[in-house]
């Protein structure tokens, strides 16, 4: 959907998650990066995929047809044929439909994906690129639907990794819940919050990255 993160963030959205960034960096010299991709991949075998499925079950609904009504000089194998092609269409159709992708990827495939989209994130925006490596990326997925806290090693040695699973997990309950924008600032907060916990406390005077937030059409 080419409109997809004008759809869920407005400029509004936008500036409200890079203030609440700004506040929350007050709080501690960590540095905190938002990053919201539209998706982590093309997933170009959701279209084959989802086609050859169609294909199949309009095959086998000819067949049926077929075996039922068929015979007495009726051209079966034109059938077969009709059977096919609308179910390599319908097929392709279904695709286009994020739930239907989404499950023709599978949800191992999918994490592994974002995953790896939120590593070249951290890399591409320098989140190591801190005095302390205490940055935290929040990485959020709009397509696959999922969210990955990544945290710099100044500070992720230090922290429970269940802590940061506790932010996703929120922070994916309330985009889930239609409240993409509160959810994200909250999660700043939590990261905030948490860094100051583990000593990483006195504000930095300088603001080595950038409070924008990132948001990438892929």
Same mark, same amino acid.
């Given at each position: 959907?080419?409109?997809?993160?004008?759809?869920?963030?407005?400029?509004?959205?936008?500036?409200?998650?890079?203030?609440?960034?700004?506040?929350?960096?007050?709080?501690?010299?960590?540095?905190?990066?938002?990053?919201?991709?539209?998706?982590?991949?093309?997933?170009?075998?959701?279209?084959?995929?989802?086609?050859?499925?169609?294909?199949?079950?309009?095959?086998?609904?000819?067949?049926?047809?077929?075996?039922?009504?068929?015979?007495?000089?009726?051209?079966?194998?034109?059938?077969?044929?009709?059977?096919?092609?609308?179910?390599?269409?319908?097929?392709?159709?279904?695709?286009?439909?994020?739930?239907?992708? $989404? &499950?023709?990827?599978?949800?191992? !495939? #999918?994490?592994?994906? %974002? *995953?790896?989209? /939120?590593?070249?994130?951290?890399?591409?925006?320098?989140?190591?690129?801190?005095?302390?490596?205490?940055?935290?990326?929040?990485?959020?997925?709009?397509?696959?639907?999922?969210?990955?806290?990544?945290?710099?090693?100044?500070?992720?040695?230090?922290?429970?990794?269940?802590?940061?699973?506790?932010?996703?997990?929120?922070?994916?309950?309330?985009? $889930? &819940?239609?409240?993409?924008?509160? !959810? #994200?600032?909250?999660? %700043? *907060?939590?990261? /905030?919050?948490?860094?100051?916990?583990?000593?990483?406390?006195?504000?930095?005077?300088?603001?080595?990255?950038?409070?924008?937030?990132?948001?990438?059409?892929?």
């Amino acid at each position: 959907m080419p409109r997809r993160i004008e759809t869920v963030f407005s400029e509004v959205d936008r500036e409200a998650i890079r203030a609440a960034t700004t506040a929350a960096e007050r709080k501690t010299a960590g540095e905190l990066v938002v990053y919201v991709a539209e998706r982590c991949d093309p997933h170009p075998e959701v279209a084959w995929k989802a086609a050859l499925i169609g294909g199949a079950v309009g095959v086998l609904f000819a067949v049926v047809g077929i075996w039922r009504f068929g015979g007495w000089g009726a051209p079966d194998y034109a059938w077969i044929l009709v059977g096919l092609q609308l179910g390599l269409l319908i097929g392709w159709v279904a695709s286009l439909f994020e739930g239907v992708a $989404r &499950r023709l990827i599978g949800d191992e !495939a #999918l994490s592994s994906r %974002v *995953e790896g989209r /939120a590593a070249e994130a951290f890399l591409e925006e320098q989140v190591f690129a801190t005095r302390d490596r205490t940055g935290v990326l929040i990485f959020v997925a709009l397509f696959e639907h999922r969210v990955l806290v990544l945290a710099d090693q100044g500070i992720d040695a230090k922290v429970d990794a269940s802590a940061w699973r506790d932010i996703s997990d929120e922070l994916a309950l309330g985009i $889930r &819940r239609g409240k993409p924008t509160s !959810a #994200l600032t909250h999660a %700043v *907060e939590r990261c /905030a919050e948490l860094l100051s916990e583990h000593g990483v406390a006195a504000p930095d005077r300088a603001n080595e990255l950038s409070d924008e937030p990132r948001f990438r059409r892929e």
